[in-house]
């Protein structure tokens, strides 16, 4: 796997690539990093130039000082592409991933000739209003004792497997590089107007997501609908750390569907 830095109208993002082919530019959850797609990175890189990005804000990726975005966050993407001179690639997201590149593929269509959501909720006024009434994801106040780390820890504990405190151990040392703005790819997502912009899309979709992910797994019949010809996978076994936890599982959904989706023609 190879390291690099592409310029953007924020500052620097790194990127991480493997293997030679169409591009497909993968996409991590909040508040993970390129990490989250170590394992995956090999797989699809046996049939594609799969290349995984710290969004901005996140992992060695530059920090703008204003609210973070959406908006912001898929314009990162698309300088991503054309520092690398990608023209038109595949885009693969999870989470909060899923939902920056909704809105790439909304405001450059011609640059997005394919588009897998992993576990992406549909955010709607309704859910925007709930979302604002609860408590914060992973938000903690640093402690002199360290003790945060635990509740970082055991904010996400109850979404992943039991028998893979590794994947927790991950998680945990994305979410530590950037602890005092941790909250904010949620809260992003959360003022996003996605109802507004699903109809946008024009390119090949697949949505997917882990039968054990309660997140998001019922918000997935209404993503399928707002996306004309959109398909759907359910990953068995698995939940929201469907990347790491079941790569394998992961790559292969992913790839089978640029194999054979009217783009890859």
């Known amino acids: 796997m190879r390291h690099g830095f592409a310029d953007t109208r924020y500052g620097q993002v790194h990127y991480v690539e493997h293997g030679a082919g169409d591009p497909v530019l993968l996409l991590h959850q909040t508040p993970r990093s390129w990490d989250e797609y170590r394992d995956v990175l090999p797989l699809l890189g046996a049939g594609f130039r799969a290349i995984a990005m710290d969004t901005l804000g996140f992992g060695a990726s530059a920090r703008p000082a204003e609210p973070w975005s959406v908006e912001m966050f898929a314009a990162g993407v698309l300088d991503l592409c054309d520092d690398l001179g990608l023209d038109r690639v595949a885009l693969v997201g999870h989470h909060t991933g899923a939902v920056v590149a909704v809105e790439a593929a909304a405001a450059a269509p011609e640059r997005v000739r394919a588009l897998a959501l992993s576990g992406m909720p549909y955010v709607d006024a309704e859910r925007r209003d709930r979302v604002a009434r609860r408590a914060p994801i992973d ?67 697949l949505v997917l997501c882990g039968e054990l992910d309660t997140f998001s797994l019922p918000d997935v019949p209404r993503i399928v609908a707002a996306v004309p010809g959109a398909q759907q996978v359910t990953l068995p076994g698995t939940g929201v750390p469907a990347v790491d936890h079941r790569p394998e599982q992961f790559a292969a959904a992913v790839a089978g569907f640029l194999h054979t989706a009217p783009c890859a023609a």
């Open 139 to 205: 938000h903690v106040e640093p402690a002199a004792d360290g003790s945060h780390l635990a509740r970082l820890w055991s904010n996400r504990a109850g979404f992943y497997p039991a028998d893979r405190p590794d994947l927790l151990d991950r998680l945990v040392r994305d979410a530590l590089v950037v602890l005092d703005r941790v909250e904010e790819g949620h809260l992003a997502v959360n003022r996003y107007r996605m109802e507004e912009r699903l109809g946008l899309v024009r390119a090949p979709t």
